[in-house]
């Protein structure tokens, strides 16, 4: 079967940094996306890592280890406005349509 | 403005009638989705298609109908067959090449 763990909520400090992490047992893997979504809003892509490995991204980085099954989201210098839902998401290989398996998102709140 | 909508925001039906959520891209994308997101859980794909004139089951495609008679436009209906059809519906688009799958704003269904 496909599966997605990610944390269902965590809660950090206006400032600080916070490690959201996912980890996925999927029958193929053609790369790995994170999302945020505000509430009652459509997710807007924040990174996607198909190589192990960091990417960074301005106050956010995504990493990578297809060995373990494993991702983190890391977000910096945390801002009220960083108060969502994150969610991860793994493609399936080609033949399977490229679709994304979703995760049920870490829901976040930055506290000041 | 390249984007994705989906109208309307909100939309009310009474229980037992078909209702159809429109979706369309001017992104001059080749695959759309279709997702479901129930409070507190995941996106779930109900319907996809890759290219004009064919579409594939998601992992929830039961009570619902598509048709991709134009590569803008991707329509979804939400049949009477449907057993729980209140939620938040998410269309989606991405190139061929499916690195990133851009989302519509939502339309959240309530039927009474």
Redesign the interface.
């Known amino acids: 079967g496909q599966n997605?763990d990610q944390p269902?909520e965590m809660t950090a400090t206006e400032g600080a940094i916070v490690q959201i992490n996912c980890t996925y047992q999927t029958s193929g893997f053609n790369?790995l996306?994170w999302y945020q979504q505000h509430a009652?809003?459509?997710?807007?892509?924040l990174s996607?890592n198909v190589l192990d490995g960091l990417e960074e991204k301005g106050r956010f980085s995504s990493f990578l280890s297809r060995s373990k099954g494993y991702s983190y989201l890391l977000l910096k210098e945390l801002q009220m406005k960083d108060s969502a839902s994150y969610?991860c998401?793994v493609?399936a290989s080609?033949n399977q349509?490229?679709?994304?398996?979703?995760?049920?998102?870490t829901e976040l709140s930055v506290k000041p | 403005d390249g984007g994705i909508t989906q109208s309307p925001k909100y939309l009310f039906r009474k229980e037992g009638q078909n209702v159809t959520l429109s979706c369309e891209q001017n992104l001059n994308h080749d695959a759309m989705y279709w997702y479901r997101q129930d409070p507190g859980q995941g996106l779930r794909l109900i319907y996809y298609s890759q290219i004009v004139n064919d579409f594939q089951k998601g992992d929830i495609a039961e009570g619902y109908s598509v048709s991709r008679e134009k590569k803008e436009s991707f329509p979804l209906t939400v049949t009477s067959a449907q057993k729980n059809p209140t939620a938040f519906y998410l269309c989606a688009s991405s190139t061929a090449r499916q690195n990133e799958q851009f989302f519509g704003p939502g339309t959240r269904l309530t039927v009474l």
């Open positions: 997605i269902t790369g996306f009652g809003e459509a997710p807007t892509f996607y969610l998401a493609r080609k349509g490229g679709k994304l398996i979703f995760g049920q998102g």
